[in-house]
């Protein structure tokens, strides 16, 4: 059995997929990032980082994973699914996913942040990101016109890579004149394992209901 502690976000939504996609069976603890619960003591004993998701498997002995990038490959092992035996290809997955967790992640956070939250609007910065952001989302595409999903057979990279662009419009960039990435998000979509880990923590229409003060005040647990 695993324990996912985790939030709405795109990292969160991440491992939810993961763990619809597979089957396995999960409890699912919400962390409240509005109260700050990911720095309370008891979870920094689990994850230091101080940040969602973290899972605890006690089917190994209650092992501790950590990262969203770490848990999708440990996962991956564990159920034999998703990342291929073949070396090259099983390199190539990997590839795809630092390539959302060092660059997709982090810049299109700062997207959400510059654009959506910050205090004062700084155009620079929202600028520098946004475009950013597009520059990722056109090498997507490039890879995607000549692939169904990143390596052929869907994999940990493509759920990795989908709660963040998914989330296009909150960070104010257009996808227009992208129709591999467009057809890819459909094809995404459209699976109902990735419906089902959109849904976790949080059932979207319950997001969607709240205040748009409120989701201010909750910065980036919504996106």
């Known amino acids: 059995m695993i324990d996912l502690y985790t939030a709405a976000t795109p990292n969160g939504y991440k491992v939810s997929i993961m763990l619809e996609e597979t089957g396995?069976?999960?409890?699912?603890?919400?962390?409240k990032l509005k109260d700050q619960e990911q720095k309370q003591d008891w979870y920094l004993k689990l994850n230091p980082n101080g940040r969602i998701p973290t899972i605890v498997d006690h089917d190994n002995r209650d092992f501790v994973v950590f990262e969203s990038g770490a848990i999708l490959i440990y996962l991956a092992e564990k159920t034999g699914r998703f990342l291929p035996d073949d070396p090259d290809r099983r390199s190539q997955?990997?590839?795809?996913?630092?390539?959302?967790?060092?660059?997709?992640?982090?810049?299109?956070?700062?997207?959400?942040?510059?654009?959506?939250?910050?205090?004062?609007?700084?155009?620079?910065?929202?600028?520098r990101y946004?475009?950013?952001?597009?520059?990722?989302?056109?090498?997507?595409?490039?890879?995607?016109?000549?692939?169904?999903?990143?390596?052929?057979?869907?994999?940990?990279?493509?759920?990795?890579?989908?709660?963040?662009?998914?989330?296009?419009?909150?960070?104010?960039?257009?996808?227009?004149?992208l129709p591999h990435l467009e057809r890819w998000l459909a094809a995404m979509r459209a699976r109902p394992a990735v419906q089902r880990g959109l849904d976790v923590p949080v059932k979207r229409e319950q997001l969607q209901a709240r205040s748009a003060a409120e989701k201010a005040e909750l910065g980036q647990s919504i996106i």
Not at 24 to 31: A, K, L, Q
Not at 108 to 124: D, L, N, S, T
């Open 130 to 177: 946004q475009q950013e952001t597009l520059r990722l989302y056109q090498v997507l595409n490039g890879r995607l016109e000549q692939h169904e999903f990143l390596v052929d057979d869907i994999s940990i990279a493509d759920f990795a890579t989908y709660p963040w662009v998914r989330s296009y419009k909150w960070a104010g960039v257009p996808i227009d004149g």
């Open 24 to 31: 396995m069976p999960y409890t699912v603890h919400h962390v």
């Open 93 to 127: 997955v990997i590839q795809w996913l630092m390539f959302q967790v060092a660059g997709v992640g982090p810049m299109q956070g700062q997207a959400h942040v510059f654009y959506r939250y910050a205090p004062e609007q700084i155009p620079y910065a929202i600028h």
